[in-house]
T-cell receptor, first 109, second 114 residues
Framework: GQQVQQSPASLVLQEGENAELQCNFS?????LQWFYQSPGGSLVSLLS???GTKHTGRLTSTTVTKERRSSLHISSSQTTDSGTYLC???????????FGKGTSLVVHP | DPKIIQKPKYLVAVTGSEKILICEQY?????MYWYRQSAKKPLEFMFS???????DNQTASSRFQPQSSKKNHLDLQITALKPDDSATYFC?????????????FGEGTRLSVL
């Protein structure tokens, strides 16, 4: 089955620094999504990006499909960005994602 | 106001008992899902329902049974509870069940089995 590897496992930044998160997956993906999980546990979808580059606010995701990798760049990090970032891969038409273990981000003031 | 309501927020159960986790959404979505997140494993997809019909089941154990009494409800019945079932169970929904739409998640039910 699909395997999803995220790196780094954890990242500590000072406010204002940029973050680069990586997601590598083992099989062809028809959909790739980045989620944010708050310290309290709730999940929010950030970006859907199965290929190419997408921007939203301070977030940029670049997915290179044939290399089975995606990155999430967070510019000018803020303390409120602290939390866990999850990459989810779906293969096929139905929504049945496989999640990575996540990158835990801590941004200090 | 939360649009996906999960009840209860916290749940403690004894080994061997049965519990029902409640999920209802007020988004007009047609697809609903259950996920599980434990300390040992990443977030795992469990079930998907579309128009109250089971679409996918990734849960090996029959002790986990989703129940959809209404289009906007998808409860999760867990029987013969084991300590390994301890996890946070997230309900989610999306307009349709295809992979173009990321789901919206509820706040989760944190289950502890003693």
């Amino acid at each position: 089955g699909q395997q999803v590897q995220q790196s780094p496992a954890s990242l500590v930044l000072q406010e204002g620094e940029n973050a680069e998160l990586q997601c590598n997956f083992s099989s062809t993906a028809t959909q790739l999504q980045w989620f944010y999980q708050s310290p309290g546990g709730s999940l929010v979808s950030l970006l859907s990006n199965p290929s190419g580059t997408k921007h939203t606010g301070r977030l940029t995701s670049t997915t290179v499909t044939k290399e089975r990798r995606s990155s999430l760049h967070i510019s000018s990090s803020q303390t409120t960005d602290s939390g866990t970032y999850l990459c989810a891969i779906t293969s096929g038409g139905n929504y049945k994602p496989t999640f990575g273990k996540g990158t835990s981000l801590v941004v200090h003031p | 106001d939360p649009k996906i309501i999960q009840k209860p927020k916290y749940l403690v159960a004894v080994t061997g008992s049965e519990k029902i986790l409640i999920c209802e959404q007020y988004l007009g979505h047609n697809a609903m899902y259950w996920y599980r997140q434990s300390a040992k494993k990443p977030l795992e997809f469990m079930f998907s329902y579309s128009y109250q019909k089971l679409m996918d089941n990734q849960t090996a154990s029959s002790r986990f049974q989703p129940q959809s009494s209404k289009k906007n409800h998808l409860d999760l019945q867990i029987t013969a509870l084991k300590p390994d079932d301890s996890a946070t169970y997230f309900c989610a929904s999306s307009l349709t069940g295809n992979n173009n739409q990321a789901p919206l998640f509820g706040e989760g039910t944190r289950l502890s089995v003693l």
